[in-house]
């Protein structure tokens, strides 16, 4: 908000060219974006904290889906230098919320490209666990530090930033699992890079 608030106050203590103002629009428009992201995340929380939330599962192809996320963060991972892959067994499936499986996975992908260098790599790794499945995004890069991680474990508060900018992401990914029955596991060495496991029990 101070954001939008410091552009638009800038672009109108003077005068501005056309291309200017555009370029003050422009940017103007990319904070709100963010704000609404975040503000769909945090309503998103306060429904499934309410119980006003729940999972439409389906059968899906887990190797299908992994495959297809891989390929539309492709183009992303490429500009950035980083290598992108998906693995998975054929024939996994798994009774869950397609909807929500997707994000779940997209907010560890877009993290694990934010917090990793070029050269680097990402991958992202579907298992069969005990009747259900278990997904895992890993990254070579920048890690989180102890302290950060005991935050993120014990689940003091919404985070924030904390984590590397992992926190808020987090939380919708916990939430995600949580209404399938699952959970959230986090590894993660400073320096060399994160892996975070979601688990979604069969029904």
Not at 51 to 58: D, K, L, Q, V, Y
Not at 126 to 152: K, M, N, P, Q, Y
Request: aromatic share 2%; proline share 3%; charged share 30%.
């Amino acid at each position: 908000v101070n954001n939008l608030r410091n552009e638009a106050e800038v672009t109108l203590a003077g005068e501005r060219t056309s291309g200017e103002y555009r370029e003050a629009l422009a940017s103007c428009l990319e904070e709100a974006q963010k704000l609404k992201r975040i503000v769909d995340h945090l309503l998103f929380l306060a429904r499934a904290e309410a119980r006003e939330a729940r999972a439409e599962r389906e059968e899906i192809r887990v190797k299908e889906e992994l495959e297809a996320l891989a390929d539309y963060y492709g183009p992303k991972a490429r500009e950035h230098g980083i290598g992108l892959v998906a693995a998975c067994p054929d024939g996994l499936r798994v009774s869950a919320d397609r909807t929500l499986l997707q994000r779940a996975v997209s907010n560890l992908v877009e993290n694990s490209l934010k917090h990793t260098p070029a050269g680097g790599n990402v991958r992202i790794e579907g298992a069969e666990r005990d009747g259900g499945i278990e997904v895992r995004v890993s990254d070579t890069g920048c890690g989180i530090s102890a302290e950060r991680l005991g935050r993120l474990l014990n689940r003091e508060g919404p985070a924030g930033s904390d984590g590397g900018g992992l926190g808020l992401g987090l939380a919708i990914v916990r939430a995600i699992a949580s209404l399938h029955g699952g959970g959230v596991e986090i590894a993660s060495t400073e320096g060399k890079g994160t892996t975070v496991t979601v688990r979604i029990p069969a029904p």
